[in-house]
């Protein structure tokens, strides 16, 4: 199975554009449905953003606009592009990956704290 190991992570200030990595090992991710998650102190895991095997890509409200998913087949990697942080956007950021077969797999998770 697929394991996830995120980084780019950090305390950035409002107004930065960090980008998260996700790299991928023991299985290619190229036909696996891939997102980004994360979760604020206090509150539950939320959906950020969502990947598919046709490369559509869809985000939550909050977002929208402001972070791009990408991934690279070739070094195995999901992005995610932050743009415009904001301190809201403070969190620990989760990838996941959803085989063919359904298995869901998941990353340790990457801080991301955004100072005003």
């Known amino acids: 199975h697929v394991q996830l190991v995120e980084s780019g992570g950090g305390s950035v200030e409002a107004g930065g554009s960090p980008k998260l990595s996700c790299a991928a090992s023991g299985s290619s991710i190229s036909d696996y449905q891939m997102a980004w998650f994360r979760q604020a102190p206090g509150k539950g895991r939320e959906g950020v953003a969502y990947?598919?095997?046709?490369?559509?890509?869809d985000y939550t409200y909050s977002v929208a606009g402001r972070f791009t998913i990408s991934k690279d087949n070739t070094q195995n990697i999901l992005y995610l592009q932050m743009n415009s942080l904001k301190p809201g956007d403070t969190a620990m950021y989760y990838c996941s990956a959803t085989s063919p077969a359904n298995y869901d797999a998941w990353g340790p998770g990457t801080q991301v704290a955004v100072s005003s």
């Open positions: 990947l598919d095997n046709n490369g559509g890509t």
